[in-house]
T-cell receptor
Framework: NAGVTQTPKFQVLKTGQSMTLQCAQD?????MSWYRQDPGMGLRLIHY???????DQGEVPNGYNVSRSTTEDFPLRLLSAAPSQTSVYFC???????????????FGPGTRLTVL | GESVGLHLPTLSVQEGDNSIINCAYS??????FIWYKQESGKGPQFIID?????DKRQGQRVTVLLNKTVKHLSLQIAATQPGDSAVYFC???????????FGAGTRLFVKA
């Protein structure tokens, strides 16, 4: 299994440009999520999905769109990039079992985005 | 290089010593408390979790302690190794919920 993969690894955008960060997982996980990581601030949840066709907002959703057409893929779209969106973006996935145990999240390697 | 981690609390320990990383949490209603490890240039990796009805849980070379009275969580690493050098995040999750909330992290530096 490749686990969680993200592309691209690095990206530089100009203010106002749009782009899509790709995320895919091959573990048949129902749950997928996007986080951004800024210096000294840990990870903040942007959007998440509990299955194909279902998405919801996290802590910092403004400026980002998501969709989930398949179990495997969960792309993150920046419609009009702003310098405040300069960050490292991580995609994660997990099962959604309700057996009472915590569902460990598996993270991708990240995409480092710079908006000029 | 890895810019994430600037201005984080830092713990420096000698190889072979035990490490204790502390975390204060805010939500008394959280059901799970979790520790993740992030090595430079990589995504976070799950280490261990503890349910809110437990005080202690042990894994391989790691122990997590939960003190609900003072809302405090700690991660103890026994016989710390250079490979343990990383940023460690505590996180909270509510059973049935889908939002894991992460803390700011602590950088552990292991001196050989």
């Amino acid at each position: 299994n490749a686990g969680v993969t993200q592309t691209p690894k690095f990206q530089v955008l100009k203010t106002g440009q749009s782009m899509t960060l790709q995320c895919a997982q091959d573990m048949n996980h129902e749950y997928m999520s996007w986080y951004r990581q800024d210096p000294g601030m840990g990870l903040r949840l942007i959007h998440y999905s509990v299955g194909a066709g279902i998405t919801d907002q996290g802590e910092v959703p403004n400026g980002y769109n998501v969709s989930r057409s398949t179990t495997e893929d969960f792309p993150l779209r920046l419609l009009s990039a702003a310098p405040s969106q300069t960050s490292v973006y991580f995609c994660a996935s997990s099962y959604t079992e309700t057996s009472g145990e915590y569902n460990e999240q598996f993270f991708g390697p990240g995409t480092r985005l710079t908006v000029l | 290089g890895e810019s994430v981690g600037l201005h984080l609390p830092t713990l420096s320990v000698q190889e072979g010593d035990n490490s204790i990383i502390n975390c204060a949490y805010s939500n008394s209603a959280s059901d799970y408390f979790i520790w993740y490890k992030q090595e430079s240039g990589k995504g976070p990796q799950f280490i261990i979790d503890i349910r809110s009805n437990m005080d202690k849980r042990q894994g391989q070379r790691v122990t997590v302690l939960l003190n609900k009275t003072v809302k405090h969580l700690s991660l103890q690493i026994a016989a710390t190794q250079p490979g343990d050098s990383a940023v460690y995040f505590c996180a909270e999750n509510t059973w049935g919920g889908f939002k894991t909330i992460f803390g700011a992290g602590t950088r552990l530096f292991v001196k050989a």
